[in-house]
């Protein structure tokens, strides 16, 4: 079974940064896509970031283009987020997920999920 595990949550001020870590096992990581979503209280999960597996595909959402950045490392079976310049509405539980395609940004087709981890940004 595969498995995904976030790490690095927290709560910061607005204009702050963190850096979050999802870390898989049991699974060929560098061949799928791996991305970020994210939900806020008493709202649907949203999508924030993609990476394809191998190849340069990245795709943001665009109220968080230019302030975070998806990045993984294949050999660590790890994918980040850095999130800069956060704001309040950035507030949320974020998950890692993974699709069994080599690109794929729609929610519906990540079949692995990890449990989430808890970011807080204060005014």
């Known amino acids: 079974q595969v498995q995904l595990v976030e790490s690095g949550g927290g709560s910061v001020q607005a204009g702050g940064s963190l850096r979050l870590s999802c870390a898989a096992s049991?699974?060929?990581?560098?061949?799928?896509?791996m991305g970020w979503f994210r939900q806020a209280p008493g709202q649907e999960r949203e999508f924030v970031a993609a990476a394809s597996g191998s190849g340069p595909e990245l795709a943001y959402e665009d109220s968080v283009a230019g302030r975070f950045t998806i990045s993984r490392d294949n050999a660590k079976n790890t994918v980040y987020l850095q999130m800069n310049s956060l704001k309040p509405e950035d507030t949320a539980v974020y998950y890692c997920?993974?699709?069994?395609?080599?690109?794929?940004?729609?929610?519906?087709?990540?079949?692995?999920w990890g449990q989430g981890t808890q970011v807080n940004v204060s005014s």
């Open positions: 997920a993974l699709s069994l395609k080599p690109w794929e940004v729609r929610a519906k087709e990540y079949v692995y």
């Open positions: 049991k699974v060929t990581f560098r061949t799928y896509t």
